[in-house]
C-alpha cells in the first residue's frame, strides 16, 4: 500500500501542469486550490456560480479535481500511517456524489481487494480502468501512464477470477482492448468448469455469454483462446484438459455467433497466474486463479 501511495503522490504534481491560458478560468483556479490542498476552496470553485460559464466538460473535471483535492488529503494521511480502509465511507461518498475520477476508484478497488470483497474490487478496477480511459474527462494531465493503465487491467482481471460471482469485462459501455494507446488485447476470462470436466458451471456459462458480447463489441478478426489449469493431477492430463476448456469456449463462442477466425490451445499448469500479492490467498484460491482460459484478440 506504500509503494501505491508513492504513486499516488506523485502523480498529483502533474495537475501543475495544466495550461493556464485555459478559457475556463476556474478550472486552472480549481487546479491551485487542489496543489495548495485547499479542499474548502477547491469546493467552492466547483459549486460557485462562475464555473457555470465554463463548458458542461469542464464543469465536470473541475467537480473531480475538487474531488482529487480530498483525495489528496487521504493519500497525505495514508502516507503518515493511516489505513486506506478507514477512508472508505469518504471515498464512497465521493464517488456517489460526484463523478469520481479514477484515484478513487482505484483506492475503492484496494479496499475492498484488503476486506476480500473480490466482486466488488474488480467492479472498481475496471471502471477506473475505464474512467482513465475517457480522454475527455481524464485529460492527460491527469491520466495514469501505461505502466499504471495495464496494473489497473491486470488487477480488474485477477479479482474477476478469485470473484464467486461474474463480473462483466465491460461496466460502462461496450469492451475494449485499448486504452489511451495502451493495447491490453490479451484478458483472462472468469469462464468456470465442473471440476475435471470442460463442462461449464452456471457461472461459466454467465461468464461465456459476457465473452461473446465483448467479442461483438470488439470485432476482431480471430482470436487465441488459452487454457491453464491448476497443478492438482498429471501434467499431461492437465494439458488435455485445458485444452478441453479452451476447445469448449471456442466451439460455444461460434454457436452463438462468433464469425471470425480461432484457435485454441492448452498449456495446462506451465504458465501459473502472477498475482499481484500471492501471500493475500491460500491455496485454493491461488489454484482459482490458475484455473482460466485467456482470450488473445489480434484486431
Known sequence: MALRTVVFASMFAAFSAFPAAAACTALS??????????????????????????????????????????????????????KLVEFDDELETLQKTVAAPWQVLDALGDINREK?????????????LEDASN????????????????????????????????????????????????SLKKKSTPVRYVFGTADFTPEGLQSAKDVSECLKSVNPSSITLIGHTDPVGSPEANRILSLQRADALGNYLVSVGYKGKWKSVGLGEDEPFKPDDASAYDEATLHQLNRRVEIDVEK
Not at 460557485?48 to 489528496?72: G, Q, Y
Not at 481524464?138 to 491486470?154: G, K
Open 29 to 82: 483556479d480549481v487546479v491551485n486550490k487542489m496543489n495548495a490542498g485547499d479542499e474548502a476552496g477547491s469546493r467552492a470553485i466547483a459549486t460557485d456560480d462562475s464555473a457555470k460559464t465554463c463548458s458542461p466538460d469542464e464543469m465536470a473535471i473541475i467537480d473531480r479535481v475538487a474531488a482529487l483535492t480530498s483525495f489528496n488529503r487521504i493519500v497525505g494521511a495514508v502516507g503518515q500511517g493511516k
Open 135 to 182: 480522454e475527455t474527462l481524464t485529460p492527460d494531465w491527469m491520466a495514469p501512464d501505461a505502466d499504471y493503465i495495464r496494473r489497473l487491467d491486470h488487477l480488474a482481471g485477477e479479482m474477476r477470477l478469485v470473484a464467486a460471482k461474474p463480473v462483466k469485462l465491460a461496466m460502462r459501455g461496450p469492451c475494449k482492448v485499448t486504452y489511451r494507446g495502451v
Open 116 to 128: 476480500k470483497n473480490y466482486e466488488t474490487a474488480a467492479q472498481y478496477y475496471q471502471l477506473a
